[in-house]
């Protein structure tokens, strides 16, 4: 699950058991995740999906 709202997609892809990649547009300071990756655009959350493959 790639997302940039924390509750929503990375909360939501986590309890639905997938790998997750927040795209933190830094809207969310200081609050915990479980994210497996974070990364700030969406062409470094393409780079880890090709990476995965």
Same mark, same amino acid.
């Given at each position: 699950?790639?997302? #940039?709202?924390?509750?929503? #997609?990375? *909360?939501?892809? =986590?309890?639905? *058991?997938? =790998?997750?990649? /927040?795209? #933190? =547009?830094?809207? /969310?300071?200081?609050?915990? @995740?479980?994210?497996? @990756?974070?990364?700030? #655009?969406v062409? +470094?959350?393409?780079?880890?999906? @090709?990476?995965? +493959?």
């Amino acid at each position: 699950m790639v997302g #940039d709202h924390l509750v929503a #997609d990375i *909360g939501g892809g =986590r309890a639905a *058991g997938l =790998r997750t990649v /927040w795209i #933190d =547009r830094g809207t /969310w300071p200081g609050q915990e @995740h479980e994210a497996d @990756h974070v990364v700030t #655009d969406v062409l +470094q959350a393409m780079e880890i999906l @090709h990476a995965v +493959q």
